[in-house]
């Protein structure tokens, strides 16, 4: 079972303030993601990385920016939140199973609320 | 343009009854297709998935279909537990590219005591 961490659960902060999500996995993942999520909607995907030292955007266009210096690690920042900003924001990392298919892993959200 | 598509947003089933959540897709390179179950502020957890060689998938109460040719699958849950109330969320990939899921929109289920 994979095992996938986010931090914070619950985030209150003001417009402006620079902000960081943490993600962490310990399963050795090379595939990571974040995807945004309003209630009631789809999960859509805003960034990925392939491994080490790869990001690229996903398909929602997203004013936020990602980094991935560590495998197990893929941090997620907005420079200056704004209330536009208010989502739920979920980590995943993911492994193959079988010779086809990507079995994705999600972390529990950051619920994110700009005032 | 949505390529997964959950047309009911809910569904109430009696508890020991069939629950059946339906799922459409549009891409025919989807190949690889997986049930998602999601508590409020939660992640969601895999529960079920098929490839597109199958027509049929089994785990326990759950079975997933796949009509290929109708772009259809669906998911049973037989028999209903109140516990199985959650949002359960469709989705699709590719094999190959950078093996990217697509979600639908979800289907609250709501198990009735």
């Known amino acids: 079972e994979a095992d996938i961490y986010q931090t914070p659960r619950y985030l209150v902060i003001g417009t402006g303030k620079k902000i960081t999500l943490e993600c962490s996995q310990t399963?050795?993942?090379?595939?990571m993601y974040w995807y945004q999520q309003d209630p009631g909607m789809e999960l859509h995907l805003i960034h990925y990385?392939?491994?080490?030292?790869?990001?690229e955007k996903g398909d929602l266009s997203s004013e936020s920016t990602v980094s991935r210096i560590r495998t197990e690690h893929f941090p997620l920042t907005l420079e200056s939140a704004r209330p536009s900003h208010t989502s739920q924001y979920l980590c995943?990392?993911?492994?193959?199973?079988?010779?086809?298919?990507?079995?994705?892993?999600f972390g529990p959200g950051t619920r994110l609320t700009v005032t | 343009d949505q390529q997964v598509k959950q047309n009911s947003p809910s569904l109430s089933v009696q508890e020991g009854r069939i629950s059946i959540l339906n799922c459409d897709y549009t891409?025919?390179?989807?190949?690889?297709f997986l049930w998602y179950k999601k508590y409020p502020a939660e992640g969601p957890t895999f529960l079920i998935s098929i490839s597109s060689i199958k027509d049929k998938n089994e785990d326990g109460r759950f079975t997933v279909f796949l009509n290929k040719s109708a772009k259809h699958l669906s998911l049973h849950i037989v028999p209903s537990q109140p516990g199985d109330s959650a949002v359960y969320f469709c989705a699709a990939s590719e094999t190959g590219g950078y093996q990217k899921v697509t979600f639908g929109t979800g289907t609250k289920l709501q198990v009735i005591p």
């Open positions: 990385s392939y491994g080490v030292n790869s990001t």
């Open positions: 995943a990392s993911s492994e193959l199973k079988g010779s086809v298919g990507y079995e994705q892993y």
């Open positions: 399963m050795g993942h090379d595939k």
């Open positions: 891409n025919s390179m989807f190949d690889y």
